[in-house]
T-cell receptor, first 109, second 114 residues
């Protein structure tokens, strides 16, 4: 079992839909949770960073962490074609950071 | 604007050849990293450096070498000992060396074998 699991997709949704992206992890010592967005042929850019259970909101993006289930989510509201990208989760402790393989998201106009 | 610059964008390697990938940052960050990205896999850490003249092996260091002579620069050499070098290579930096620090990335170098 991988330490961090992420469905590779692709996930295809119509413009304006709410998108839900998820990662699961196995190590309960992990306490830092990040979401990055990566456009094709570009480097990842940080979207959200949380270190506790619960929700964190930034504009159209909401990050949710459920430590009891070892499950994190990224929600995108009012999705736009410009949101089409690969979304990577990164989960870590004070000693290591493990990356998910990324979910490819396609927003259809 | 501050950021990380990687060059070249595309690179081709012949059999038995060493190639060097450049990474420069003007963010004044202490820590720098090299990752390898392959399809269907998460980012894998090759090397990291917390301070000038010091660097540590990551999870997949075999066949690679680095140097950190200046704070701004962290070049990666892919040696002939790396038998499967075809991948997308990403350089990143963070203010401090800690897995809980957000990392800033360059736009990568795609390396292929001729």
């Amino acid at each position: 079992q991988k330490e961090v699991e992420q469905d590779p997709g692709p996930l295809s949704v119509p413009e304006g839909a709410i998108v839900s992206l998820n990662c699961t992890y196995s190590n309960s010592a992990f306490q830092y949770f990040m979401w990055y967005r990566q456009y094709s042929r570009k480097g990842p850019e940080l979207l959200m960073y949380t270190y506790s259970s619960g929700n964190k909101e930034d504009g159209r993006f909401t990050a949710q962490v459920d430590k009891s289930s070892k499950y994190i989510s990224l929600f995108i509201r009012d999705s736009q074609p410009s949101d089409s990208a690969t979304y990577l989760c990164a989960i870590g402790s004070n000693y290591q950071l493990i990356w998910g393989a990324g979910t490819k998201l396609i927003i259809k106009p | 604007d501050g950021g990380i610059t990687q060059s070249p964008k595309y690179l081709f390697r012949k059999e038995g050849q060493n190639v060097t990938l450049s990474c420069e940052q003007n963010l004044n960050h202490d820590a720098m990293y090299w990752y390898r990205q392959d399809p269907g896999q998460g980012l894998r850490l090759i090397y990291y450096s917390q301070i000038v003249n010091d660097f540590q092996k990551g999870d997949i260091a075999e066949g690679y070498s680095v140097s950190r002579e200046k704070k701004e620069s962290f070049p990666l050499t892919v040696t002939s000992a790396q038998k499967n070098p075809t991948a997308f290579y990403l350089c990143a930096s963070s203010r401090y060396r800690s897995p809980n620090q957000p990392q800033h990335f360059g736009d990568g170098t795609r390396l292929s074998i001729l």
